[in-house]
């Protein structure tokens, strides 16, 4: 069974920066759609950003975040620029076998939190 652990959360201000990246076990991980969510306290899990051959952003994220993949190490990535307070949330990492928007495996999280 394929697992993901995220890495690289932390607290920043307004305007700052982070790169999120996750891990994933298993061989065929380049055959994978990889995706980001997240989830603010009192909100629900929201889409963030994928990718597969292609990308795809969330309207709240689009021309701020980018996601990237490095199939040689495992890893997906989520470059952060631009933060504000409302990107504030748990983020996690997802794996999809059949294609956005269907994920079957979570990793556990990891926090952000952007002050004013």
């Known amino acids: 069974q394929v697992q993901l652990a995220e890495s690289g959360g932390g607290s920043v201000q307004a305007g700052d920066s982070l790169r999120l990246s996750c891990a994933a076990s298993?061989?065929?991980?380049?055959?994978?759609?990889m995706g980001w969510f997240r989830q603010a306290p009192g909100k629900e899990r929201e889409f963030v950003a994928a990718?597969?051959?292609?990308?795809y952003y969330a309207d709240s994220v689009k021309g701020r975040f980018t996601i990237s993949r490095d199939n040689a190490k495992n890893t997906v990535y989520l470059q952060m620029n631009s933060l504000k307070p409302e990107d504030t949330a748990d983020y996690y990492c997802?794996?999809?076998?059949?294609?956005?928007?269907?994920?079957?495996?979570w990793g556990q999280g990891a926090q952000v939190t952007v002050s004013s």
């Open positions: 997802a794996l999809s076998r059949t294609g956005h928007p269907n994920y079957n495996a």
């Open positions: 298993g061989r065929t991980f380049s055959s994978y759609t």
């Open positions: 990718i597969s051959w292609k990308t």
